[in-house]
């Protein structure tokens, strides 16, 4: 997370805040403007717009395009890509505008994949907000926008490092993140939310310097420190991942390697017999469909067929992976993560999530022509 | 204004420190102006009394004196070093329901360790609140870097009865570290060597730029000055038997009074090569008559009854440095902390695994209390750029039903840190699913401590496999375990409830806290 910039932009009327989503911003995401850095693109910054009842709402985005401007030293112009700024925030500056929502709080984080209410988690936080004071009010939303970023991201975005990183580069990004956001640092501020903010934070930057370690050490790139956590599958993707503790034979750890030992796909495997009630047929045509890219009517298929076949695993699992890979043609990986851990939670055996969590892991999660390949 | 302290709970002594607003840290002295307070607390027939008043209780009733019970704290009754004590202690050690080790008085009243570590720490507060002029309630307190989560939460538990919030439970290598004030000198690898009265405490510790990383943490829960002290003591009975004729061994009043004298003895054979031991009433005859016992000891004939003891100090250091990949020359400076580290042959052996002499330090007794109190004003944000960061000694493990255990959490993981597991019904309508945790490394159950069994309950009705229960394991950065459970598919926070769990139950510490809030 290369300290991102935060840029502000202040609306005293309603009607100017109406102007900026729907004017000022192109294609409802991109905004253009001019900042007194430097900025290179892929560069994260955060937006803080504040509104006319003196709420900031933190908005993630990251720098498109980035041209110096000739004659003005130091000044940029930039192109934005807000990615944070969806129809949760519209909606939620217009109840307030409406004068729905009066206290100022967070931006509601987005709900978990797969646990759905946020409230609960929220509360706290939203209580606490009202009496802070206006800069650590921003330090607040700053700390609640990285933690929104960090939990749906991989973990070496989280340590913000390439996937390739050596583990002393690891090393130096933990050590970078743990100095800024380390609990004991604002301990002192006596701010119940802004200590648990922190917390949370280090927690995650924490386990994703532990994971990577462990994944270096898996391949012989750095030296064994403790013992060993057997890595379940995906936990080197995105944080809200899954694993089954309840397996009746435990799934092949995914190391960095491991595509070349997992086995030819699904469909030429004979079922297994103690998880397949039937349903084989559907199976085939779902996975078919899939292989197409047609991740919608392979899920009507396989709900219908849970319909005849409700307990078999096959079935269900296949029906989380394509639930994943039409999240993952929205671009929402987070989801589909959790998704493809959800069918490996209900059966070890599919090889397709497998396939398709670890395709995530080590390529571009765009390329969704690799991805049907999966099903082929 | 309340004020918060940095103590030292020692296995043998106790210290107390602040640091003033000149920013120079201060030992408390004691009422009888000592800077360490014996851990002792003497059940007497008036009620307890704590630390250098209660020695008198060691010489006359043993069986109620309680030392020593640091070592005890959070232990399972069934630990084999736990047995061994139970043979040696003049006081008896009974088994808790829950299997924890209790103090068993001659009245037939039971005493949990907590108690008594919260009545030692009850006196430290009342000794700083009598300096202050103010109330103190909250604390750093130093405990051992290879506690288990047991330990601490018993250590937490034994603050709380004694009034005292625990602001951070602190690792005492890292204590003796900050306490030195590596943080002032250049950027160094340290090995710090901690070997107190009961336990022997080895760390690796980076120091770069204000930041003391904890690498790894090793330890000998069961190696001290009391096993020195034993060891001794069981060499002058064996001379007692052969020159005077008569077997001490059952006599728990004139063994205790020869290890307070092997104690003293030992002491003054760290600065000098022969000293005096002298009894003046070892056993009194059937007539009445008091038998004096006394001879000369040699430096050196301490140090072959102790060197069984002396060679365990390897193995730790060893450990430890194979955890974080260095070798011996790797390490920048070592420090030796604790007042068993004045033995020379202690010294000695350390320098030799080293093939380094440590560094000396002045006060190896009161520097752990220094670094704590310096934790306490960087908590305050007194002062600032210094950050510590540590690992957790033990790895986290689960198992479900009689299946092998599963590591949650890496031994060396940086803390706090966050793991989970999943877990599926197995039955259609399963209302609840049962799982253990464990602290260890190994699969095999029976190694590990056992830190509780734990169930979600009132799961929703539905087919087998079709409920998702996530166990969320935390260790938080005082290294207690923390658990929560999250059901899948509806996303709904479950209750856990306690199946069995080892240490004090919440109730019963908050009876104990207001029962020794009354009572004072």
Redesign the interface.
């Known amino acids: 997370m290369a300290a991102g910039r935060t840029l502000h932009v202040r609306c005293p009327t309603w009607d100017q805040v109406e102007q900026f989503y729907s004017r000022k911003l192109r294609k409802g995401k991109l905004l253009s403007m001019k900042v007194p850095f430097p900025a290179t693109v892929g560069s994260p910054v955060t937006l803080g717009l504040e509104l006319p009842n003196g709420v900031t709402i933190a908005i993630d985005g990251h720098v498109q395009k980035a041209s110096a401007i000739e004659g003005e030293t130091g000044k940029t112009w930039i192109e934005v890509e807000l990615v944070g700024f969806n129809d949760d925030v519209i909606a939620r500056i217009k109840a307030m505008a409406a004068g729905i929502e009066k206290a100022p709080g967070a931006t509601p984080a987005p709900p978990p994949p797969v646990a759905a209410p946020a409230e609960p988690a929220n509360k706290l936080p939203r209580a606490k907000s009202e009496e802070l004071p206006v800069d650590e009010r921003q330090l607040f939303q700053h700390l609640t926008a990285e933690l929104r970023r960090m939990r749906s991201a991989a973990v070496h975005e989280v340590l913000g490092v390439s996937r390739e990183a050596t583990v002393d580069e690891v090393r130096r990004a933990w050590m970078l993140l743990v100095r800024k956001l380390h609990p004991d640092l604002v301990a002192r501020r006596k701010a119940p939310a802004i200590t648990h903010l922190a917390e949370e934070l280090t927690i995650l930057s924490n386990r994703a310097y532990d994971r990577l370690r462990a994944a270096l050490v898996h391949e012989g790139g750095a030296v064994a420190v403790g013992s060993h956590v057997k890595a379940p599958p995906g936990w080197l993707v995105g944080f809200d991942d899954l694993s089954s503790g309840d397996r009746a034979q435990p799934l092949k750890p995914t190391g960095r390697s491991a595509v070349a030992s997992v086995p030819p796909p699904f469909a030429n495997t004979p079922a297994v017999p103690q998880a397949a009630t039937g349903g084989e047929t559907f199976e085939t045509r779902a996975r078919a469909m899939l292989g197409q890219g047609d991740a919608d009517n392979a899920q009507e298929v396989l709900a219908a067929a849970l319909v005849v076949y409700p307990r078999s695993r096959p079935l269900r699992s296949l029906y989380y992976v394509a639930s994943a890979m039409a999240a993952l043609f929205k671009g929402e990986v987070m989801l589909a993560t959790s998704q493809l851990e959800t069918a490996l939670a209900h059966y070890d055996q599919c090889i397709e999530a497998a396939r398709l969590l670890d395709h995530l892991r080590r390529h571009d999660p765009s390329d969704q022509e690799a991805m049907k390949r999966v099903f082929r | 204004m309340t004020r918060s302290i940095g103590i030292d709970l020692g296995t043998s002594n106790s210290v107390a420190a602040v640091i003033d607003a000149d920013g120079v840290p201060r030992i408390l002295t004691t009422p009888e102006g000592s800077t360490t307070m014996p851990s002792l607390v003497w059940f007497s027939p008036d009620g307890p009394v704590v630390g250098e008043a209660a020695r008198e209780g060691l010489d006359h009733s043993p069986d109620v004196t309680i030392f020593g019970a640091k070592r005890l704290l959070g232990r399972r009754f069934d630990h084999p070093e736990i047995k061994k004590l139970t043979r040696t202690l003049p006081y008896q050690l009974i088994e808790a329901p829950n299997g924890d080790t209790w103090i068993a008085l001659s009245a037939g009243k039971l005493v949990s360790p907590e108690e008594v570590c919260a009545l030692i720490l009850r006196e430290i507060r009342r000794m700083a609140e009598a300096k202050f002029g103010a109330p103190v309630n909250r604390a750093v307190i130093t405990i051992p870097a290879w506690y288990d989560a047991g330990q601490r939460q018993a250590t937490k538990d034994a603050a709380q009865i004694a009034g005292i919030s625990v602001m951070r439970l602190l690792s005492e290598p890292t204590a003796a570290a900050l306490g030195h004030g590596a943080h002032r000198g250049a950027d160094r690898k340290y090995l710090v060597c901690d070997l107190g009265g009961g336990t022997f405490d080895v760390a690796a510790v980076d120091v770069e730029g204000g930041?003391f990383e904890v690498?790894?943490t090793t330890g000998d829960a069961f190696l001290g000055g009391d096993d020195v002290d034993r060891a001794v003591v069981d060499n002058l009975v064996r001379d007692v038997r052969t020159s005077r004729g008569f077997d001490i061994s059952t006599d728990t009043i004139a063994v205790e009074r020869l290890r307070l004298a092997a104690q003293r003895v030992k002491h003054d054979l760290s600065g000098s090569a022969g000293a005096n031991l002298h009894v003046p009433e070892l056993v009194q005859l059937p007539s009445g008559k008091g038998v004096e016992y006394g001879r000369p000891m040699r430096r050196d004939e301490l140090e072959l009854w102790s060197a069984p003891l002396i060679r365990r100090l390897e193995p730790p250091i060893r450990e430890a440095l194979a955890?974080?990949?260095r070798k011996t020359s790797d390490v920048g400076e070592i420090l030796l902390v604790g007042g068993m580290t004045r033995m020379p042959a202690v010294r000695r052996e350390i320098g030799r695994v080293m093939g380094k002499e440590p560094s000396e330090i002045a006060n190896p007794e009161e520097v752990v209390a220094i670094g704590a109190a310096l934790e306490v004003a960087?908590?305050?944000?007194t002062i600032e750029g210094i950050?510590?960061?540590d690992v957790v000694a033990r790895?986290v493990m689960?198992s479900?039903g009689q299946s092998e255990c599963?590591?949650?959490?890496?031994?060396?993981?940086?803390?706090?840190?966050?793991?989970?597991?999943?877990?599926?019904t197995?039955q259609d309508d399963q209302s609840r699913i049962e799982?253990d945790v464990w602290e260890g490394?190994s699969p095999d159950p029976t190694d590990n401590r056992h830190l509780g069994r734990y169930a979600a309950v009132d799961l929703p009705e539905a087919?087998?496999?079709d409920v998702?229960v996530?166990v969320e394991v935390?260790i938080?950065?005082d290294g207690t375990v923390r658990l929560g459970a999250?059901e899948?598919?509806?996303?709904?926070?479950l209750q856990l409830e306690q199946v069995f769990h080892a240490g004090l139950a919440r109730s019963e510490v908050a009876r104990l806290a207001r029962q020794l809030a009354e009572a004072s």
């Open positions: 930041i690498l790894a955890r974080c990949g960087r908590l305050e944000g950050l510590l960061i790895g689960m479900l599963e590591t949650v959490i890496a031994q060396s993981s940086v803390v706090p840190t966050r793991e989970h597991r999943v877990f599926a197995r799982f490394e087919s087998s496999g998702l996530m935390t938080d950065t999250t899948l598919v509806s996303g709904e926070r």
